[in-house]
């Protein structure tokens, strides 16, 4: 059986899904997977594949792999809230992505004002895969896998 594995987005500090601020996320309603609080303002792609859906206000993005599966990637706690201000998309949706490629970066004045903790989510409806999670105190962005299925 072939894994695939998916890099942090962000650095920062990996924690488990299930302390995260948001019940979508924490009782795992669309996937299960890994939040990472950021020290860093530009996040990444985690996987490589197509840019399948880039939120126009930037504080989300799912990537397809070749594969076919797809990972979300939320950055922060109701920052839809934002309506886009403070996020600056780099990339277009459709676009083809390579791991650690720069998708959306945001206002550094965010990191001290909002809980920007990034949700990397592993959109698996069916329940097919079984996920290993990779913990660590600080994860490097594309060089840290955090978790893979």
């Known amino acids: ?43 990444c792609a985690p996987i490589s594949g197509n840019l399948k859906l880039l939120f126009h206000t930037g504080h989300a993005f799912v990537i397809e792999s070749d594969s076919g599966t797809c990972i979300m990637v939320h950055i922060g706690i109701d920052t839809v809230r934002y309506q886009g201000k403070g996020f600056k998309t780099l990339l277009n949706q459709g676009d083809r992505v390579k791991r650690g490629e720069a998708i959306v970066c945001f206002a550094e004045e965010y990191l001290q004002k909002a809980d920007m903790t990034t949700m990397v989510v592993l959109m698996d409806e069916k329940k097919e895969c079984t996920i290993k999670k990779h913990l660590y105190q600080e994860c490097i962005v594309g060089a840290d896998v955090i978790f893979e299925w």
Do not use: H, W
């Open 1 to 43: 059986m072939n894994y695939e594995f998916c890099t942090a987005p962000v650095t920062g500090e990996a924690v488990p899904l299930e302390q995260v601020k948001d019940e979508v996320f924490s009782k795992k309603i669309l996937g299960d997977g890994v939040a990472i609080i950021p020290r860093d303002t530009q996040v």
